[in-house]
């Protein structure tokens, strides 16, 4: 089955860390770039962070630059999200996507439209308490 797969959400302090996964199966994620997104209760989906196949080149919305890192581990085709200094306005369900057309590169990752990626995962929730 072709999917991808968010883990690695839960309940932190403000401050604190969370280190998100996205695993892929059914197909190589390493060939392709992936971006990450969030969506809090009555917001639109925005974009996290991105990061490129072509030379895993990476990106970042300003809410998060500074704060959060994103990786990949071709041996186990997954893609991550360190988070840290988690703040009140971080919660929200993170998402992973790509598409095998579109995403190479992360050029325009954060302007397309939900439809436009041929992928996303289930969301994992990010929950930080004060």
């Known amino acids: 089955q072709v999917q991808l797969v968010e883990s690695g959400g839960g309940l932190v302090h403000s401050g604190g860390s969370l280190k998100l996964s996205c695993a892929a199966s059914g197909f190589t994620l390493n060939y392709f770039a992936v971006g990450w997104f969030r969506q809090a209760p009555g917001k639109e989906r925005e974009g996290v962070s991105c990061i490129s196949a072509t030379d895993e080149s990476t990106y970042y919305d300003d809410s998060v630059r500074g704060r959060g890192t994103v990786s990949r581990d071709k041996a186990t085709n997954t893609v991550y999200l360190q988070m840290n200094n988690l703040k009140p306005e971080d919660p929200a369900v993170y998402y992973c996507?790509?598409?095998?057309?579109?995403?190479?590169?992360?050029?325009?990752?954060?302007?397309?439209?939900?439809?436009?990626?041929?992928?996303w995962g289930q969301g994992t929730q990010v929950t930080v308490s004060s």
């Open positions: 996507a790509t598409d095998r057309i579109l995403m190479l590169t992360c050029a325009g990752w954060n302007s397309r439209g939900v439809s436009e990626y041929e992928f």
